[in-house]
């Protein structure tokens, strides 16, 4: 399957993306209560049923804190990653025989230079590791030149590569930069759960990286998007640590998102839709906080994305956790966050995409978030009973009733939660991916 000729993109500030769907109204399922607002009409396929690019990786851009920069040498006063190879793999979705990928400099206050790019297939098809298949190294282009820059606030889009690339796999992505980025402000996405290596000179077609430093963040790569054919599309999921992956395994892959891809892979009808983790964790719906607010970040990580057909909201407990624990505060933030999804609803509908809204989990016994007055559990039941029962959202998947304790429901059952009470261990992000109907997707 080969992409016909057409232009190279070089920079991309926006892309907006409206594709076909297929109605979701009528869906159902034991872990999943439809909603009853009609489905937003079927939009003309990209290329008319043709092949078209879909993201088949991404990650959301944020800022980098000072505590998730990377270690010395690779940060100084006057620059970060100067003269610095720059080593991270990544698990796609879905598959191709092309593909690009995109930088961003979404945070940065000055122009970002990458002088040489390379992607390759890590050794044994791992994940974090710093070795790669021998000669699967190839150079990536910008306008069939080596190098590119980056204007401030902006992305770039590199050549398409010719690249067998299989769902469900790891791909390394390798970045050399010379005089690095003269600011502290650099985008990344700090909750990889996945290892990079850093590693001065420029070793963009070197087999390994001995020596390296480890570091458990992705900087400046946002996207991978993969050449496929009309039948792949894309779901996105806008989301903080819970879809972010906190109490995964590091290398390991097992978010929610990931174990719904696994299961999607698994049937013939489902195989072809990608998987788009957008995440940040501490992410809040309404304000900022680790990285914009959701409805701020909206237009740049959901609908300027390729092949975006689909949306699961699964974002709110910051808001109710962070706002102040009085019944007039709490009333207010759940108030707002309806108000807030209808807006999200109202947003993705316009370009065609209907949006699933999950339920929040339950945080009894969370140091930070439980208030012995439980006014945020009051706010997080009349927001989840909102979802339920509104008909806003196209469908409801409803995470909250397969992980909180029949017992005490204001709590997780003890053996799903990673110690905290607030975020998952790896067993309990799948059941929250058994709890997504497949259904909703074909």
Not at 115 to 124: E, H, I, K, Q, Y
Not at 242 to 264: C, F, K
Not at 330 to 346: H, N, P, S, T
Not at 380 to 389: D, F, K, S
Request: hydrophobic share 40%.
């Amino acid at each position: 399957m080969k992409r016909p000729k057409i232009p190279h993109v070089v920079a991309v500030c926006a892309l907006a993306a409206a594709l076909g769907l297929s109605s979701a109204s009528g869906s159902s399922d034991t872990a999943s209560t439809p909603g009853t607002a009609a489905a937003p009409q079927a939009a003309e396929p990209a290329a008319a049923g043709g092949e078209h690019w879909v993201h088949t990786w991404a990650a959301m851009p944020q800022l980098t804190e000072p505590e998730n920069m990377p270690p010395p040498p690779f940060t100084a006063d006057d620059a970060v990653l100067a003269d610095t190879t720059l080593r991270q793999t990544v698990h796609v979705t879905t598959g191709g025989d092309q593909i690009r990928l995109r930088f961003s400099n979404a945070f940065g206050d000055v122009p970002l230079t990458l002088d040489a790019v390379s992607v390759a297939l890590p050794l044994d098809g791992a994940a974090g590791t710093d070795a790669v298949e021998p000669g699967s190294v190839q150079q990536v282009t910008f306008s069939g030149r080596a190098g590119t820059t980056i204007p401030m606030g902006a992305q770039v889009v590199s050549d398409p590569l010719d690249l067998d690339l299989a769902p469900s796999s790891n791909l390394t992505v390798t970045v050399y930069l010379d005089e690095g980025l003269p600011s502290q402000n650099l985008t990344s996405h700090p909750g990889s759960r996945t290892t990079s290596y850093l590693l001065a000179g420029n070793h963009t077609d070197a087999q390994s990286l001995p020596g390296a430093t480890p570091v458990d963040h992705w900087y400046l790569l946002s996207g991978v998007e993969a050449w496929s054919s009309g039948r792949t599309s894309a779901v996105a999921v806008l989301g903080d640590s819970l879809t972010d992956g906190r109490g995964s395994t590091t290398n390991g892959n097992d978010r929610w998102p990931d174990q719904l891809l696994e299961r999607l892979q698994s049937r013939p009808a489902t195989s072809d839709v990608a998987v788009l983790n957008q995440a940040a964790g501490g992410n809040r719906v309404l304000n900022d906080g680790l990285g914009p607010n959701a409805l701020a970040r909206l237009d740049r990580d959901v609908f300027a994305h390729s092949g975006v057909e689909w949306l699961i909201v699964f974002e709110g407990i910051n808001d109710i956790g962070t706002a102040e624990a009085t019944p007039e505060a709490q009333e207010r933030v759940a108030a707002d966050l309806i108000a807030a999804y209808e807006q999200i609803i109202i947003r993705a509908h316009a370009q065609g995409i209907p949006v699933y809204g999950a339920t929040l989990l339950p945080f009894g016994g969370n140091d930070l978030y439980d208030d012995p007055s439980g006014n945020r559990e009051a706010a997080r039941q009349t927001v989840n009973e909102w979802i339920r029962t509104s008909g806003a959202f196209d469908a409801v998947i409803d995470f909250d009733r397969v992980v909180r304790d029949p017992e005490q429901p204001d709590r997780l059952l003890p053996h799903l939660h990673d110690g905290d009470w607030l975020h998952l261990n790896p067993e309990g992000y799948g059941e929250l991916a058994a709890a997504v109907p497949d259904r909703l997707f074909r």
